[in-house]
């Protein structure tokens, strides 16, 4: 099969490779579509150390059951589906509790890394087993259910927010996942929305994506989300970058007894007003990938709550994908998300390649 390796660092090469094989339960699944993520951008370059060469990157994917493992029956061939980036082994602690996010034995699709090596979907088959699969709704196309992984982690994120309709919620950071926990937010019901970056642009995507307040932290974003609360602050934050600057204004922009999740970690490690977090009762929590939520975000695709389309820059054969790599790395303006196809064949208009992967 074809596939796009990365054989050193900043080098890719599309080359054949051997298909995989399957375990009895595992799925052969034909990738139709692979979204690039910020994590493979930056892993490329080795330096998280969790791409180590040579390896097949991409988790965020869906495509068709091509072949089925000797104890798989609940699948057949020919389904459409798309599945979790996070593989887990059902049977620890943290397994049987519902927390596959926090599998003792967790490893990735698409990373290898000092502990494991585990190749993704940027290739015309992968492997996968049959617990991390999900069926794509027929009003979803291939393109849109590759992203479900980056909404699932919004989704997720939402979630440990413990957030309930009517209240009040800051984003911190207008980046995609940011954008993308607007979206599940204002689909939820959120009163007052806040949206907090430094780029106007972004800040007008939010607005259109549900935001009710654009606010510019180059200015006093703390004192501005006060104002228009009333003094009180919201009731939720969601700190969508990591660094330290945007965490102080996550936990100090809420009310007493709010919640701050944090899902960026930009840092290895930042301060935080800790003096605020106890007088005013707060809860710190993280939120790490997705745990479960791939359903619901594939009815918020169906049910056109979510927009994932504006996202997306470009829809690319795989064969083009070292050049959308670079551009990617040298953060072109405008380009957001990339999605390979494997099985086109030549670039083409991107609404064009985006109907190809329907």
């Not at 979907?121 to 979803?140: G, H, K």
Request: proline content about 4%; overall charge negative.
């Amino acid at each position: 099969m074809k596939a796009l390796v990365l054989t050193r660092y900043n080098e890719f090469s599309y080359q054949d490779v051997p298909g995989p094989e399957i375990a009895p339960d595992e799925v052969l699944i034909r990738v139709e579509a692979c979204s690039i993520c910020g994590s493979d951008v930056h892993g490329m370059d080795g330096s998280t150390g969790r791409r180590i060469p040579p390896v097949i990157m991409g988790h965020e994917a869906s495509g068709v059951i091509e072949k089925t493992g000797a104890a798989v029956s609940d699948w057949k061939p020919g389904e459409r589906v798309t599945f979790d980036s996070t593989l887990y082994c059902g049977t620890c602690e943290y397994c049987r509790r519902g927390e596959v996010n926090l599998c003792d034995n967790r490893r990735v699709l698409g990373v290898s890394c000092a502990e494991y090596r585990c190749n993704g979907a940027f290739a015309e088959y992968v492997a996968v087993n049959r617990r991390i699969l999900y069926r794509i709704p027929d009003s979803v196309s291939f393109v849109q259910a590759a992203m479900a992984e980056p909404l699932s982690v919004a989704v997720h994120a939402v979630r440990r927010a413990g957030f309930a309709p009517g209240q009040d919620a800051v984003v911190v950071g207008a980046g995609m996942i940011g954008l993308l926990i607007i979206q599940v937010l204002a689909a939820k019901g959120c009163r007052n929305l806040f949206a907090v970056d430094v780029d106007d642009g972004k800040l007008e995507l939010a607005r259109r994506f549900g935001a009710t307040s654009a606010v510019n932290s180059r200015g006093d974003a703390v004192r501005e989300i006060l104002g228009l609360t009333g003094g009180r602050g919201a009731d939720v934050s969601l700190e969508a970058v990591g660094i330290e600057a945007t965490g102080n204004i996550a936990v100090k922009a809420l009310r007493k007894g709010g919640t701050a999740v944090f899902v960026g970690n930009l840092t290895a490690a930042e301060s935080l007003p800790v003096q605020e977090i106890v007088t005013k009762q707060l809860s710190v929590l993280g939120s790490c990938a997705s745990a479960g939520e791939y359903p619901e975000c594939l009815s918020l695709i169906a049910d056109g709550k979510v927009d994932l389309e504006a996202f997306i820059s470009a829809a690319a054969p795989l064969s083009e994908g070292a050049d959308w790599f670079r551009r990617l790395q040298k953060r072109e303006p405008g380009l957001m998300k990339v999605v390979l196809l494997p099985g086109a064949k030549s670039a083409g208009p991107i609404e064009a390649e985006k109907e190809n992967a329907r």
